[in-house]
């Protein structure tokens, strides 16, 4: 290959082998994984733990926990609409689905497999209460 030809083939642009492929995939959903529990757990925690009428201070006032549900989106913006919201995230899941088995990079494989758990998480919660229980 000619220097005229390597520049127009940067080496992020050749074919990755197919090993290294799959570690990448396979990094990237196992990070999803990672997510989906961490967020999963710390929801079973704080509904264990917190109530909605009691806050626990961390930093005084300025930070604290208390339970809080939400039945629309960002301030309970849409309420009537949660069926949209529970397709959002699918949506974004199964498009970091795919994005994975495409990765080629490493910071892509933990960006995609960090917001494909984010959304898978997201959707679970959703489409388990059907809108009722969101988090």
């Known amino acids: 290959m000619t220097s ?10 050749r074919k990755l082998s197919s090993a290294r492929r799959r ?3 396979g990094g990237a959903l196992l990070i999803a994984v990672v997510v989906v529990l ?8 704080a509904e264990a733990t917190l109530t909605e ?12 926990l208390q339970l809080a549900y939400n039945p629309g989106a960002a301030f309970s913006f849409g309420e009537g609409f949660t069926w949209v919201f529970a397709l959002l995230p699918v949506a974004a899941t199964v498009t970091g689905i ?7 990079r490493v910071g892509w494989a933990i960006v ?4 494909g758990g984010a959304a898978a998480s ?3 919660d959703r489409l388990a209460s059907h809108g009722m229980r969101d988090s």
């Open 4 to 13: 005229s030809q390597s520049e127009a083939h940067p080496p992020a642009a």
């Open 38 to 45: 961490i967020d999963q757990g710390t929801k079973v925690w």
């Open 53 to 64: 009428r009691e806050r626990i201070p961390l930093i005084g006032d300025l930070l604290g």
């Open 23 to 25: 570690q990448l995939t």
């Open 112 to 115: 995609i497999g960090a917001l």
């Open 122 to 124: 997201h959707a679970g």
């Open 98 to 104: 795919v994005f994975a088995f495409r990765v080629q």
